[in-house]
């Protein structure tokens, strides 16, 4: 059962049986979708994931990671730190995680193994940089926590970066040891052929980049216009550059308009159903009975918080990041907010937290996406699940100490830029 329906069940059956009428039952949830759908924040959703399918079409993705190991071909484990620079500028595009499993399976996987790659690694590799692509804004399951625990889309928005480039450099450090302590692990560091052009095509790729970047990132953050704007900036800009690229005929434009269109559906019944949700733990007073009980027990913010970081990550083995999100968050944030924790701050945390979930065994979700790219691009004999944990275990181990940083020191993830 897709996880909207089961919480659309659930918020329906729950809310009549505290109200003991269906018929009120029906009205109130009704009225709960139109409330949340209605909201002008959410204009973000279909824009930004029409941006990132026209930034798929036009190639950028892939310009990210060629120009990111023109810069770094001569730092030990190159190749491996240009995917997780080019996931970062990817995620900065797109914020879509799986999106970036893919591409990256596809593009930097197979240039790991032909300059002498530890399978292991280069797989691990794109499985756990991937993580990126929820925290560094725009990020789809930004929007979503931000409506259920109403705040401000681009006050989480403006709080991924830092902790967004942290994560990115716990990462490329990660990659860093690997390659000193096992040099045999990172093969050939040589540049390859189609990154070592002229600097003419260079500037060809990086322009591209540079232009999305700094039209989203950019106008966000110098205030000149908010984060639900900035996805309308963010979607023509791309358009411009899947035209001047002339990668957009008309049969790719209205492919591109028909999958915004599923993807989007999606994510509003999902927002849907999680607005219902809410409200109906609020009228069955769940959230009311465990702060009264939290606060019997006398629990400080730390405690909770470890609780609610290993039920993330617990729940991220089994579930996509959207259900581990829309399950977790309208139980824990009153609770947070009763003790005084601040809801950004919790945001962060939880990117993470369920995006490391995501890449641990038995079932995180993200091994599962690169082993079937691999086998349906034929590269992956040889290859197993196995490996992929594996190979992505230690950057869950980075991400965890970027928590535990973050966890000790709030004011990383309030940060403005």
């Known amino acids: 059962m897709h996880i909207s329906t089961a919480l659309l069940l659930v918020a329906f059956v729950g809310t009549a049986l505290v109200r003991g009428d269906w018929d009120i039952a029906g009205t109130m949830l009704g009225q709960a979708a139109t409330d949340s759908i209605a909201e002008y924040e959410f204009g973000t959703v279909p824009l930004f994931v029409l941006m990132g399918f026209f930034v798929m079409v036009a190639g950028v993705g892939r310009d990210a990671y060629l120009v990111a190991h023109r810069m770094l071909h001569r730092v030990p484990g190159g190749l491996g730190q240009a995917t997780v620079v080019g996931n970062a500028i990817f995620s900065a595009i797109t914020g879509i995680t799986v999106a970036a499993v893919v591409l990256f399976t596809k593009i930097a996987v197979p240039e790991m193994l032909k300059r002498g790659y530890h399978p292991r690694l280069a797989v691990g590799i794109v499985a756990g940089s991937a993580m990126l692509g929820m925290l560094i804004p725009p990020s789809v399951l930004m929007i979503i926590y931000s409506v259920i625990a109403d ?130 733990l609020a009228m069955s007073g769940l959230p009311g009975y465990l702060g009264d009980w939290v606060t019997q027990q006398q629990y400080t913010l730390l405690t909770v918080m470890i609780v609610y970081i290993l039920i993330l990550l617990v729940l991220g083995t089994a579930l996509d990041s959207t259900s581990t999100l829309l399950i977790a968050v309208p139980v824990f944030a009153p609770i947070f907010k009763m003790l005084g924790g601040d809801l950004v701050w919790v945001g962060i945390i939880t990117m993470i937290a369920i995006e490391v979930g995501l890449i641990t065994p038995p079932l995180g979700m993200s091994p599962f996406v690169v082993k079937a790219s691999l086998d349906r691009d034929g590269l992956g004999q040889g290859i197993t699940l196995y490996d992929i944990y594996k190979g992505a275990f230690p950057f869950a181990v980075a991400a965890l100490a970027v928590i535990a940083a973050i966890v000790a020191f709030p004011k990383i993830a309030l940060v403005t830029v």
């Open 151 to 280: 705040i401000s889309i681009g006050d989480i928005y403006n709080a991924g970066i830092v902790p967004g480039i942290i994560l990115s450099a716990a990462f490329m450090g990660t990659i860093y040891v690997i390659a000193r302590l096992k040099p045999e692990w990172v093969g050939s560091n040589s540049t390859p052929e189609v990154a070592a052009e002229s600097m003419r095509h260079l500037g060809s790729q990086l322009a591209p980049i540079l232009f999305l970047v700094a039209l989203v990132l950019g106008g966000m953050y110098f205030g000149l216009f908010t984060a639900t704007e900035a996805g309308a900036v963010g979607a023509a800009g791309a358009l411009v550059v899947a035209l001047v690229r002339r990668s957009l005929t008309l049969r790719v434009f209205w492919n591109v308009l028909i999958d915004t269109g599923y993807v989007t559906a999606s994510l509003i019944l999902i927002i849907a159903s999680a607005a219902m949700f809410s409200r109906f």
